[in-house]
């Protein structure tokens, strides 16, 4: 509560820094336990461990209702991941699509740019603004409009066209850039490695 006040309210530049606060395992486990005994407090049932073996029940049943991951894209994202990590130099910068979560971790590589939000500082939101809008092309109102932000960055960022592809590989100075393999690639860019769907190229070097 606090922090919606002081954050969303007052906009308060260096309480929004502290997004972890409420995402974080931490601050959910113990809103959690807040819950249950505020429940047992008022319930006909007073004894917590009942109350708290019908949450985790009904948090146990509801999580086959939710989505999963595609495991064998995920397979894919480690491939990826992995060979970057063993074939590239450690310098070397990446641009990926905005579904892809794990690959900075298992490749030790960097991005350009990510799809999620980094802290709440202005000299940092507002150029991660900037690159997310125009190579995902969403925005707020975007965001307004209910939008599936994800589905529809990645939907923008398959039909990257030549122009951002030339501004990321030679004003950005990106390396590599994944994209569902493609018949025909980019001038730009040739193949450096394959899985399934997905295929690694690398920036062309204009003589």
């Known amino acids: 509560g606090l922090y919606l006040l002081l954050g969303d309210y007052f906009r308060l530049e260096f309480v929004l820094q502290f997004q972890w606060m409420k995402t974080t395992i931490w601050i959910e486990l113990f809103t959690v336990i807040g819950g249950l005994l505020f429940i047992s407090k008022f319930s ?88 997310v809008n125009r190579i995902f092309k969403i925005d707020l ?26 501004f990321l590989l030679y004003s950005q100075s990106v390396d590599y850039i994944i994209l569902p393999t493609q018949l025909e690639p980019s001038e730009y860019m040739y193949p450096a490695y394959s899985t399934e769907h997905f295929t690694i190229y690398k920036r062309v070097d204009l003589n």
């Open 44 to 131: 006909v049932v007073k004894n917590v461990k009942y109350i708290s073996a019908a949450c985790f029940l009904g948090i146990a049943i509801a999580s086959f209702y939710i989505t999963k991951p595609n495991a064998s894209l995920t397979m894919e994202e480690d491939k990826l991941a992995e060979w970057s990590r063993t074939h590239t130099d450690i310098n070397s910068l990446f641009v990926y699509p905005p579904t892809f979560n794990r690959f900075k971790t298992v490749s030790e590589r960097s991005s350009w740019i990510d799809f999620k939000a980094i802290t709440h500082q202005k000299a940092y939101l507002i150029p991660w603004y900037d690159r």
């Open 141 to 166: 109102k975007d965001r307004q409009n209910g939008v599936n932000l994800i589905e529809q960055a990645n939907k923008n960022y398959i039909k990257i066209n030549d122009h951002d592809l030339s």
